[in-house]
């Protein structure tokens, strides 16, 4: 499986963006789905993550409330809607199948990772 992240750019704080992250073929028949950051000199850090129903989503504490994830299984894409954006959401924004149903919040529970979209808020 190949994973196609888009939406990036450039976006002023306060702001909106909204990615998508297209798979070339279905991720399994029961794989929750991720997305993961990772900004210049900084560890890759989960953002956020859904099941493979779309029933249960997760959020790390610093996009809670502003980000949301969603996912079509019908068209194999996973997106995150972003709002209220900030300067330290800027970062390469990657997003990966997990190897179970729910989505954990670490980078070893997930495979298949995309190439990544570069979100950049400016002040």
């Known amino acids: 499986v190949q994973l196609q992240a888009s939406g990036g750019g450039l976006v002023q704080a306060g702001g909106s963006l909204s990615l998508s992250c297209a798979a070339s073929?279905?991720?399994?028949?029961?794989?929750?789905m991720g997305w993961f950051r990772q900004a210049p000199g900084k560890e890759r850090e989960f953002v956020a993550g859904i099941s493979w129903t779309g029933g249960s989503t997760y959020y790390s504490d610093s996009v809670k409330g502003r980000f949301t994830i969603s996912r079509d299984n019908a068209k194999n894409t996973v997106y995150l809607q972003m709002n209220s954006l900030k300067t330290e959401d800027t970062a390469v924004y990657y997003c990966?199948?997990?190897?179970?149903?729910?989505?954990?919040?670490?980078?070893?529970?997930?495979?298949?990772w995309g190439q990544g979209t570069l979100v950049t808020v400016s002040s």
């Open positions: 990966a199948v997990a190897l179970s149903s729910m989505p954990p919040v670490v980078a070893s529970g997930y495979r298949c």
């Open positions: 073929r279905r991720t399994g028949s029961n794989n929750g």
